[in-house]
């Protein structure tokens, strides 16, 4: 049941991957418009470009996982279909 439970939070496709980050930029912009608000000036704007430069760094790390994670099944996939006295 667990495991069942665990592949709820696996992102498994790049669709996936997508709207996780857009779930995070809505957040981020979000939390820099309270940054605005709270720091009027310049400190309040490099606080807002730092909230959603850090999105576009989980993005590209997110998305790099997932090609990765395809890379390894596909050459597993192929490990197990050649025999080993080949």
Same mark, same amino acid.
């Not at 709207?19 to 418009?33: E, H, K, Q, T, W």
């Not at 608000?37 to 760094?57: E, Q, R």
């Not at 790390?61 to 990765?68: A, E, H, N």
């Given at each position: 049941?667990?495991?069942k439970l665990?592949?709820? #939070?696996?992102? =498994?496709?790049?669709?996936? $991957? ?5 779930? @995070? !930029? ?15 000036? #310049?400190?309040g =704007?490099?606080?807002?470009? $730092?909230?959603?430069g850090?999105?576009? @760094? !989980? ?16 050459l ?6 050649? $025999?080993?006295?080949?």
């Amino acid at each position: 049941m667990l495991r069942k439970l665990g592949r709820l #939070f696996v992102i =498994k496709n790049r669709l996936e $991957a997508f709207l996780i980050i857009y779930a @995070l !930029a809505l957040g981020s912009s979000a939390r820099g418009m309270v940054y605005l608000h709270d720091y009027p000036g #310049f400190g309040g =704007k490099l606080l807002f470009l $730092a909230t959603t430069g850090a999105v576009f @760094l !989980a993005g590209a790390k997110i998305l790099d996982c997932i090609k990765l994670e395809k890379e390894v099944a596909e050459l597993r996939g192929l490990r197990s279909q050649t $025999a080993p006295g080949d």
